[in-house]
Protein backbone atom coordinates (compact mmCIF):
# COMPACT_ATOMS: atom_id res chain seq x y z
CA UNK A 1 0.00 0.00 0.00
CA UNK A 2 1.05 3.33 -0.98
CA UNK A 3 1.92 5.61 1.97
CA UNK A 4 -0.98 8.10 0.97
CA UNK A 5 -3.57 5.34 0.71
CA UNK A 6 -1.99 4.00 3.96
CA UNK A 7 -2.89 7.72 5.43
CA UNK A 8 -6.29 7.56 3.98
CA UNK A 9 -7.09 4.21 5.10
CA UNK A 10 -5.82 5.11 8.89
CA UNK A 11 -8.10 7.91 9.24
CA UNK A 12 -11.51 6.52 7.82
CA UNK A 13 -10.90 2.66 7.80
CA UNK A 14 -14.72 2.48 6.20
CA UNK A 15 -12.89 2.31 3.02
CA UNK A 16 -12.33 -1.21 3.81
CA UNK A 17 -15.97 -2.37 3.17
CA UNK A 18 -16.02 -1.52 -0.05
CA UNK A 19 -14.40 -4.62 -1.16
CA UNK A 20 -16.45 -6.87 1.18
CA UNK A 21 -19.15 -5.52 -0.62
CA UNK A 22 -17.94 -6.40 -4.16
CA UNK A 23 -17.40 -10.09 -3.32
CA UNK A 24 -20.61 -10.03 -2.15
CA UNK A 25 -21.68 -9.38 -5.50
CA UNK A 26 -19.00 -11.76 -7.29
CA UNK A 27 -20.66 -14.42 -5.03
CA UNK A 28 -24.04 -14.07 -5.98
CA UNK A 29 -22.74 -14.43 -10.40
CA UNK A 30 -22.04 -10.67 -11.02
CA UNK A 31 -19.39 -11.05 -14.23
CA UNK A 32 -18.12 -7.86 -13.68
CA UNK A 33 -17.43 -7.79 -9.83
CA UNK A 34 -15.25 -10.83 -10.66
CA UNK A 35 -13.34 -8.93 -13.33
CA UNK A 36 -13.26 -5.95 -10.94
CA UNK A 37 -11.87 -8.00 -8.49
CA UNK A 38 -9.39 -9.75 -10.82
CA UNK A 39 -7.94 -6.57 -12.19
CA UNK A 40 -7.44 -5.79 -8.69
CA UNK A 41 -5.26 -8.58 -8.03
CA UNK A 42 -7.49 -10.83 -5.55
CA UNK A 43 -6.89 -14.17 -6.12
CA UNK A 44 -10.07 -16.37 -7.19
CA UNK A 45 -9.41 -18.67 -3.75
CA UNK A 46 -10.46 -15.83 -1.75
CA UNK A 47 -13.43 -14.86 -3.50
CA UNK A 48 -16.04 -17.77 -3.69
CA UNK A 49 -17.21 -18.82 -0.49
CA UNK A 50 -19.63 -21.50 -2.11
CA UNK A 51 -23.28 -21.38 -1.56
CA UNK A 52 -23.77 -24.09 1.24
CA UNK A 53 -27.63 -23.99 2.74
CA UNK A 54 -25.99 -23.96 6.27
CA UNK A 55 -23.86 -20.95 6.13
CA UNK A 56 -25.52 -18.76 8.37
CA UNK A 57 -23.01 -16.16 7.63
CA UNK A 58 -21.62 -15.53 4.10
CA UNK A 59 -24.72 -17.11 2.06
CA UNK A 60 -27.36 -14.21 3.87
CA UNK A 61 -25.31 -11.68 4.01
CA UNK A 62 -24.40 -12.47 0.06
CA UNK A 63 -28.33 -12.24 -0.35
CA UNK A 64 -28.95 -8.89 1.45
CA UNK A 65 -26.16 -7.33 -0.62
CA UNK A 66 -27.90 -8.53 -3.64
CA UNK A 67 -30.97 -7.77 -2.63
CA UNK A 68 -30.22 -4.00 -2.15
CA UNK A 69 -28.66 -4.27 -5.35
CA UNK A 70 -31.19 -5.00 -7.64
CA UNK A 71 -34.04 -3.24 -5.85
CA UNK A 72 -31.92 0.67 -5.45
CA UNK A 73 -30.77 -0.25 -9.29
CA UNK A 74 -34.92 -0.61 -10.24
CA UNK A 75 -35.58 2.19 -8.19
CA UNK A 76 -32.47 4.15 -10.32
CA UNK A 77 -33.80 3.23 -13.85
CA UNK A 78 -37.31 4.28 -12.66
CA UNK A 79 -36.20 7.65 -11.91
CA UNK A 80 -36.59 8.39 -15.51
CA UNK A 81 -33.05 10.71 -15.05
CA UNK A 82 -29.84 10.57 -17.22
CA UNK A 83 -27.49 11.10 -14.94
CA UNK A 84 -26.10 8.51 -11.62
CA UNK A 85 -24.38 9.93 -8.89
CA UNK A 86 -23.04 7.17 -7.17
CA UNK A 87 -22.77 8.10 -3.49
CA UNK A 88 -20.63 6.30 -2.10
CA UNK A 89 -19.59 4.03 -5.41
CA UNK A 90 -16.76 1.88 -3.60
CA UNK A 91 -15.87 -0.52 -6.35
CA UNK A 92 -19.35 -1.22 -7.84
CA UNK A 93 -20.68 -2.91 -11.20
CA UNK A 94 -23.38 -0.40 -11.60
CA UNK A 95 -20.78 1.79 -13.72
CA UNK A 96 -21.55 -1.26 -15.91
CA UNK A 97 -25.09 -1.50 -15.84
CA UNK A 98 -26.32 2.09 -16.37
CA UNK A 99 -23.37 3.40 -18.97
CA UNK A 100 -25.05 0.47 -20.82
CA UNK A 101 -28.23 1.86 -19.99
CA UNK A 102 -27.04 5.18 -21.83
CA UNK A 103 -26.88 6.66 -18.32
CA UNK A 104 -24.15 9.41 -17.60
CA UNK A 105 -22.33 7.63 -14.65
CA UNK A 106 -20.31 10.07 -11.63
CA UNK A 107 -18.33 7.72 -9.14
CA UNK A 108 -18.05 9.39 -5.93
CA UNK A 109 -16.05 8.09 -3.03
CA UNK A 110 -13.16 8.66 -0.46
CA UNK A 111 -9.53 9.10 -2.37
CA UNK A 112 -8.38 5.37 -0.54
CA UNK A 113 -11.05 4.06 -3.15
CA UNK A 114 -11.21 6.22 -6.29
CA UNK A 115 -7.67 6.42 -6.60
CA UNK A 116 -7.50 2.35 -6.88
CA UNK A 117 -10.95 2.00 -9.13
CA UNK A 118 -10.83 4.99 -11.57
CA UNK A 119 -7.44 3.48 -13.32
CA UNK A 120 -9.58 -0.26 -13.05
CA UNK A 121 -12.38 1.12 -14.91
CA UNK A 122 -10.21 3.32 -17.58
CA UNK A 123 -8.50 -0.09 -17.94
CA UNK A 124 -11.98 -1.99 -18.71
CA UNK A 125 -14.07 0.35 -20.89
CA UNK A 126 -13.80 1.50 -24.77
CA UNK A 127 -13.63 5.50 -25.64
CA UNK A 128 -17.66 5.46 -26.05
CA UNK A 129 -17.90 4.64 -22.46
CA UNK A 130 -15.12 6.55 -21.31
CA UNK A 131 -17.40 9.85 -22.00
CA UNK A 132 -20.04 8.83 -20.18
CA UNK A 133 -17.64 8.02 -16.91
CA UNK A 134 -16.27 10.56 -14.37
CA UNK A 135 -14.76 10.07 -11.16
CA UNK A 136 -14.63 12.24 -7.95
CA UNK A 137 -12.84 12.35 -4.66
CA UNK A 138 -15.84 13.09 -2.07
CA UNK A 139 -15.91 13.42 1.45
CA UNK A 140 -19.75 13.59 1.91
CA UNK A 141 -19.44 15.81 4.94
CA UNK A 142 -17.54 17.98 2.46
CA UNK A 143 -20.15 20.55 0.34
CA UNK A 144 -17.19 21.65 -1.89
CA UNK A 145 -16.60 17.98 -3.01
CA UNK A 146 -20.22 17.14 -3.47
CA UNK A 147 -20.42 20.25 -5.06
CA UNK A 148 -17.34 19.33 -7.74
CA UNK A 149 -18.32 15.77 -8.14
CA UNK A 150 -21.95 17.08 -9.32
CA UNK A 151 -20.78 19.46 -11.24
CA UNK A 152 -20.14 17.04 -14.05
CA UNK A 153 -23.46 16.10 -14.11
CA UNK A 154 -25.21 17.18 -17.74
CA UNK A 155 -28.90 17.17 -16.48
CA UNK A 156 -30.94 16.56 -13.35
CA UNK A 157 -28.77 14.02 -11.16
CA UNK A 158 -30.32 10.76 -9.30
CA UNK A 159 -27.93 10.42 -6.67
CA UNK A 160 -28.18 6.85 -4.59
CA UNK A 161 -27.01 5.70 -1.45
CA UNK A 162 -25.85 2.08 -0.69
CA UNK A 163 -24.17 0.88 2.18
CA UNK A 164 -22.89 4.53 3.62
CA UNK A 165 -24.56 5.80 6.47
CA UNK A 166 -24.45 3.10 9.10
CA UNK A 167 -20.63 4.35 8.84
CA UNK A 168 -21.55 7.93 9.41
CA UNK A 169 -22.24 9.97 13.07
CA UNK A 170 -25.30 11.53 13.55
CA UNK A 171 -23.81 14.95 12.71
CA UNK A 172 -22.22 13.53 9.55
CA UNK A 173 -25.64 11.95 8.70
CA UNK A 174 -27.11 15.38 8.68
CA UNK A 175 -24.19 17.14 7.41
CA UNK A 176 -25.00 14.50 4.12
CA UNK A 177 -28.66 15.84 4.30
CA UNK A 178 -27.91 19.36 4.13
CA UNK A 179 -25.54 18.90 1.75
CA UNK A 180 -27.63 16.91 -0.61
CA UNK A 181 -30.70 19.22 -0.66
CA UNK A 182 -28.09 21.94 -1.64
CA UNK A 183 -27.27 19.86 -4.98
CA UNK A 184 -30.78 18.77 -5.43
CA UNK A 185 -32.17 22.50 -5.11
CA UNK A 186 -29.81 23.51 -7.76
CA UNK A 187 -28.99 20.48 -10.32
CA UNK A 188 -32.49 19.09 -9.91
CA UNK A 189 -33.19 15.45 -9.59
CA UNK A 190 -33.56 13.26 -6.68
CA UNK A 191 -31.95 11.06 -3.56
CA UNK A 192 -32.22 7.10 -3.61
CA UNK A 193 -31.10 6.23 -0.12
CA UNK A 194 -31.17 2.63 0.52
CA UNK A 195 -29.79 2.39 3.92
CA UNK A 196 -32.42 3.98 6.16
CA UNK A 197 -33.86 0.61 6.40
CA UNK A 198 -31.01 -1.27 6.51
CA UNK A 199 -32.29 -3.04 9.69
CA UNK A 200 -35.03 -4.38 7.95
CA UNK A 201 -33.56 -5.33 4.90
CA UNK A 202 -31.20 -7.31 6.94
CA UNK A 203 -34.25 -9.38 9.06
CA UNK A 204 -36.19 -9.68 5.53
CA UNK A 205 -33.30 -12.16 4.73
CA UNK A 206 -32.06 -13.06 7.74
CA UNK A 207 -35.86 -14.23 8.81
CA UNK A 208 -36.42 -16.40 5.20
CA UNK A 209 -33.38 -17.80 5.87
CA UNK A 210 -33.00 -18.56 9.71
CA UNK A 211 -36.54 -18.12 10.91
CA UNK A 212 -35.99 -17.56 15.21
CA UNK A 213 -32.71 -17.30 14.89
CA UNK A 214 -32.75 -14.52 12.56
CA UNK A 215 -31.52 -11.21 15.24
CA UNK A 216 -28.71 -14.02 17.15
CA UNK A 217 -27.26 -14.76 13.52
CA UNK A 218 -27.61 -11.43 12.61
CA UNK A 219 -25.63 -10.00 15.28
CA UNK A 220 -23.25 -12.83 14.89
CA UNK A 221 -22.47 -11.65 11.59
CA UNK A 222 -22.41 -8.20 12.36
CA UNK A 223 -19.44 -8.35 14.78
CA UNK A 224 -17.40 -10.54 11.90
CA UNK A 225 -17.50 -7.48 10.09
CA UNK A 226 -17.06 -4.80 12.58
CA UNK A 227 -13.02 -5.39 12.06
CA UNK A 228 -13.70 -3.12 8.32
CA UNK A 229 -14.11 -0.32 10.15
CA UNK A 230 -13.66 0.83 13.85
CA UNK A 231 -17.51 2.32 13.31
CA UNK A 232 -18.07 1.24 16.78
CA UNK A 233 -15.53 3.88 18.55
CA UNK A 234 -18.10 6.70 17.82
CA UNK A 235 -21.33 6.87 18.85
CA UNK A 236 -23.66 6.51 15.88
CA UNK A 237 -27.57 6.57 16.35
CA UNK A 238 -28.50 5.52 13.24
CA UNK A 239 -26.61 1.97 14.02
CA UNK A 240 -29.59 0.24 15.72
CA UNK A 241 -29.08 -2.80 16.14
CA UNK A 242 -27.56 -3.08 19.43
CA UNK A 243 -25.21 -5.92 20.08
CA UNK A 244 -26.50 -7.10 23.54
CA UNK A 245 -29.73 -8.28 21.48
CA UNK A 246 -31.92 -5.87 23.10
CA UNK A 247 -34.96 -5.89 21.40
CA UNK A 248 -34.92 -3.29 18.51
CA UNK A 249 -37.21 -0.40 16.85
CA UNK A 250 -36.36 2.47 14.45
CA UNK A 251 -38.73 5.46 14.50
CA UNK A 252 -38.75 6.09 10.63
CA UNK A 253 -41.54 8.68 11.82
CA UNK A 254 -38.76 11.18 13.30
CA UNK A 255 -36.14 10.16 10.44
CA UNK A 256 -38.73 11.36 7.94
CA UNK A 257 -39.72 14.58 10.10
CA UNK A 258 -35.91 15.15 10.50
CA UNK A 259 -35.46 15.26 6.52
CA UNK A 260 -38.69 17.43 6.21
CA UNK A 261 -36.69 20.31 8.62
CA UNK A 262 -33.73 19.76 6.99
CA UNK A 263 -35.79 20.66 3.76
CA UNK A 264 -36.42 17.09 1.66
CA UNK A 265 -39.52 14.95 1.44
CA UNK A 266 -39.77 11.63 1.22
CA UNK A 267 -41.64 9.19 -0.96
CA UNK A 268 -40.77 5.17 -0.03
CA UNK A 269 -40.50 2.93 -2.96
CA UNK A 270 -40.79 -0.94 -1.89
CA UNK A 271 -38.24 -3.37 -2.65
CA UNK A 272 -40.93 -5.73 -3.66
CA UNK A 273 -41.96 -6.51 -7.08
CA UNK A 274 -44.00 -9.56 -8.79
CA UNK A 275 -41.81 -10.58 -11.02
CA UNK A 276 -39.02 -10.02 -8.57
CA UNK A 277 -35.44 -11.90 -9.39
CA UNK A 278 -32.60 -12.34 -7.71
CA UNK A 279 -29.61 -14.79 -9.17
CA UNK A 280 -29.06 -15.67 -5.65
CA UNK A 281 -32.38 -17.33 -5.76
CA UNK A 282 -30.62 -20.75 -7.16
CA UNK A 283 -28.87 -20.64 -3.89
CA UNK A 284 -32.49 -20.72 -2.00
CA UNK A 285 -35.07 -23.48 -1.14
CA UNK A 286 -38.28 -22.33 -2.58
CA UNK A 287 -40.00 -21.96 1.53
CA UNK A 288 -36.97 -19.40 1.63
CA UNK A 289 -37.65 -17.48 -1.10
CA UNK A 290 -41.76 -17.05 -0.53
CA UNK A 291 -41.05 -16.16 3.06
CA UNK A 292 -38.14 -13.77 1.22
CA UNK A 293 -40.95 -11.68 -1.00
CA UNK A 294 -43.33 -11.72 1.91
CA UNK A 295 -40.84 -10.09 4.06
CA UNK A 296 -39.49 -7.58 1.60
CA UNK A 297 -42.93 -6.37 1.02
CA UNK A 298 -42.54 -3.88 3.98
CA UNK A 299 -38.70 -2.91 2.84
CA UNK A 300 -38.28 0.31 0.77
CA UNK A 301 -35.51 2.42 -0.99
CA UNK A 302 -36.56 6.02 0.38
CA UNK A 303 -36.88 8.58 -2.63
CA UNK A 304 -36.23 11.78 -1.16
CA UNK A 305 -36.79 15.38 -3.21
CA UNK A 306 -36.49 18.95 -2.37
CA UNK A 307 -39.39 20.52 -0.53
CA UNK A 308 -40.30 23.96 -2.57
CA UNK A 309 -42.02 25.23 0.46
CA UNK A 310 -38.63 24.84 2.67
CA UNK A 311 -37.34 28.09 4.42
CA UNK A 312 -33.60 27.35 5.86
CA UNK A 313 -34.41 27.31 10.05
CA UNK A 314 -32.34 26.63 12.96
CA UNK A 315 -31.82 23.18 11.79
CA UNK A 316 -29.85 23.59 8.88
CA UNK A 317 -28.61 27.16 9.40
CA UNK A 318 -25.12 28.31 10.19
CA UNK A 319 -24.94 28.83 13.84
CA UNK A 320 -24.67 32.36 14.61
CA UNK A 321 -22.15 32.29 17.53
CA UNK A 322 -19.29 30.28 16.06
CA UNK A 323 -16.48 33.22 16.26
CA UNK A 324 -14.92 32.39 12.91
CA UNK A 325 -15.12 32.58 9.31
CA UNK A 326 -16.58 28.96 8.31
CA UNK A 327 -14.61 29.23 5.05
CA UNK A 328 -11.34 29.46 6.47
CA UNK A 329 -9.61 27.06 4.17
CA UNK A 330 -7.92 23.98 5.59
CA UNK A 331 -4.31 24.43 6.96
CA UNK A 332 -2.36 22.97 9.39
CA UNK A 333 1.08 24.34 10.93
CA UNK A 334 3.39 22.39 13.19
CA UNK A 335 6.35 23.16 15.58
CA UNK A 336 8.50 19.86 17.35
CA UNK A 337 10.72 21.20 20.32
CA UNK A 338 11.42 19.47 23.73
CA UNK A 339 9.36 16.66 23.23
CA UNK A 340 6.48 19.23 22.86
CA UNK A 341 4.25 18.89 19.29
CA UNK A 342 2.05 22.24 18.50
CA UNK A 343 -0.31 21.59 15.82
CA UNK A 344 -2.49 25.03 15.18
CA UNK A 345 -5.74 23.56 12.45
CA UNK A 346 -7.95 25.81 10.29
CA UNK A 347 -10.59 25.46 8.51
CA UNK A 348 -12.29 21.55 8.04
CA UNK A 349 -10.39 18.66 9.34
CA UNK A 350 -12.63 15.49 7.73
CA UNK A 351 -11.49 12.42 5.64
CA UNK A 352 -9.80 14.58 2.79
CA UNK A 353 -7.80 16.91 4.72
CA UNK A 354 -7.14 14.80 7.88
CA UNK A 355 -4.24 12.93 6.42
CA UNK A 356 -2.31 15.69 6.34
CA UNK A 357 -2.45 15.97 10.31
CA UNK A 358 -1.74 12.66 10.61
CA UNK A 359 1.29 13.45 8.13
CA UNK A 360 3.07 16.12 10.58
CA UNK A 361 2.03 14.08 13.32
CA UNK A 362 4.05 11.01 12.22
CA UNK A 363 6.97 12.97 11.34
CA UNK A 364 7.79 14.21 14.86
CA UNK A 365 5.70 11.12 16.24
CA UNK A 366 9.42 9.48 17.79
CA UNK A 367 10.30 11.10 21.06
CA UNK A 368 6.94 13.16 21.41
CA UNK A 369 5.78 13.34 25.02
CA UNK A 370 3.24 16.24 25.06
CA UNK A 371 0.64 17.57 22.01
CA UNK A 372 -0.88 20.91 21.79
CA UNK A 373 -3.83 21.30 19.69
CA UNK A 374 -4.84 24.43 18.57
CA UNK A 375 -8.39 24.21 16.77
CA UNK A 376 -9.62 28.16 17.51
CA UNK A 377 -10.05 28.42 13.95
CA UNK A 378 -11.20 25.18 13.16
CA UNK A 379 -14.74 25.37 11.55
CA UNK A 380 -15.54 21.60 11.59
CA UNK A 381 -14.27 18.12 12.38
CA UNK A 382 -15.76 15.45 11.15
CA UNK A 383 -15.38 11.26 12.55
CA UNK A 384 -11.80 11.35 10.19
CA UNK A 385 -10.53 14.46 12.55
CA UNK A 386 -11.31 12.87 15.54
CA UNK A 387 -9.70 9.76 14.80
CA UNK A 388 -6.35 11.04 14.30
CA UNK A 389 -6.66 13.41 17.36
CA UNK A 390 -7.14 9.85 19.15
CA UNK A 391 -4.38 8.26 17.32
CA UNK A 392 -2.24 11.28 18.39
CA UNK A 393 -4.08 11.35 22.18
CA UNK A 394 -3.12 6.99 22.55
CA UNK A 395 0.33 7.72 21.40
CA UNK A 396 1.02 9.85 24.70
CA UNK A 397 2.19 7.59 28.08
CA UNK A 398 0.89 10.06 30.00
CA UNK A 399 -2.68 11.31 28.61
CA UNK A 400 -3.01 14.12 30.34
CA UNK A 401 -0.13 15.87 28.37
CA UNK A 402 -2.98 15.73 25.44
CA UNK A 403 -3.88 19.31 25.16
CA UNK A 404 -7.07 20.83 22.78
CA UNK A 405 -7.59 24.72 23.17
CA UNK A 406 -9.78 26.67 21.39
CA UNK A 407 -12.84 24.48 20.95
CA UNK A 408 -15.44 26.47 19.71
CA UNK A 409 -19.27 25.70 20.36
CA UNK A 410 -19.72 23.69 16.87
CA UNK A 411 -16.84 21.32 17.52
CA UNK A 412 -17.50 20.74 21.34
CA UNK A 413 -20.79 19.77 20.05
CA UNK A 414 -19.28 17.47 17.49
CA UNK A 415 -16.73 15.62 19.77
CA UNK A 416 -19.67 15.37 22.80
CA UNK A 417 -22.11 13.93 20.19
CA UNK A 418 -20.00 11.23 18.79
CA UNK A 419 -18.44 10.44 21.97
CA UNK A 420 -15.16 11.33 22.15
CA UNK A 421 -15.69 13.79 24.93
CA UNK A 422 -14.49 10.68 26.99
CA UNK A 423 -10.80 11.04 25.53
CA UNK A 424 -10.05 14.23 25.60
C1 LIG B 1 -19.94 -0.69 2.09
S1 LIG B 1 -19.14 0.38 0.97
C2 LIG B 1 -20.42 0.57 -0.22
C3 LIG B 1 -19.92 1.02 -1.56
C4 LIG B 1 -20.89 0.89 -2.73
N1 LIG B 1 -22.06 1.73 -2.58
C5 LIG B 1 -21.28 -0.54 -2.96
O1 LIG B 1 -22.45 -0.87 -2.68
O2 LIG B 1 -20.43 -1.31 -3.37
C6 LIG B 1 -19.08 1.91 1.85
C7 LIG B 1 -18.33 3.00 1.13
O3 LIG B 1 -18.56 4.24 1.80
C8 LIG B 1 -17.42 5.05 1.59
N2 LIG B 1 -17.42 6.16 2.58
C9 LIG B 1 -17.37 6.07 3.93
N3 LIG B 1 -17.38 7.29 4.49
C10 LIG B 1 -17.47 8.19 3.47
C11 LIG B 1 -17.51 9.60 3.41
N4 LIG B 1 -17.46 10.36 4.50
N5 LIG B 1 -17.58 10.18 2.18
C12 LIG B 1 -17.62 9.43 1.05
N6 LIG B 1 -17.58 8.07 1.06
C13 LIG B 1 -17.50 7.46 2.25
C14 LIG B 1 -16.27 4.07 1.79
O4 LIG B 1 -15.07 4.55 1.25
C15 LIG B 1 -16.81 2.82 1.08
O5 LIG B 1 -16.40 2.78 -0.25
Redesign the pocket.
Known sequence: MNAEKNLGIKV?P??N??I???IMLANAHYEKALEILEQMGVEKETIFHGADPSDMVNRPSDIV?ELR?VALNRTIEESGLNVLM???????PKVFEFTEKGMQYIG???P??INDFSPIIASMTNDEQKKMIDFQV????NFESMKAAADKAKGPVCIA????TI??TSE?TKQLSVNIRRILAEKGGCWLNSDVETFDYYMAVYKAVAGDRAMELLIKARKGFSGQSDTDLHKNKASYVKNSGEKMSVDYGMIEAQYKSRGLLVEKIPYYRDDIKLRLFDAMTEEEIKKLKENMKHVNVWKITVDPDFREDADTAVPSDIPIDLDLPFGVKSSFHDGVLELSIQGRM??LTAPEVLKQFQEAEKGVTDIHVDVSKMSYV?S?GLRVFLIMYKSLEDKGRFKMTGINSAVREIIDLAGFDQFF
Not at 86 to 92: E, N
Not at 138 to 141: A, C, F, R
Not at 161 to 164: A, F, P, V, Y
Open positions: NTSTATTLRYDLPCGYTCDLAVVDVTTEGLYLEDTSA
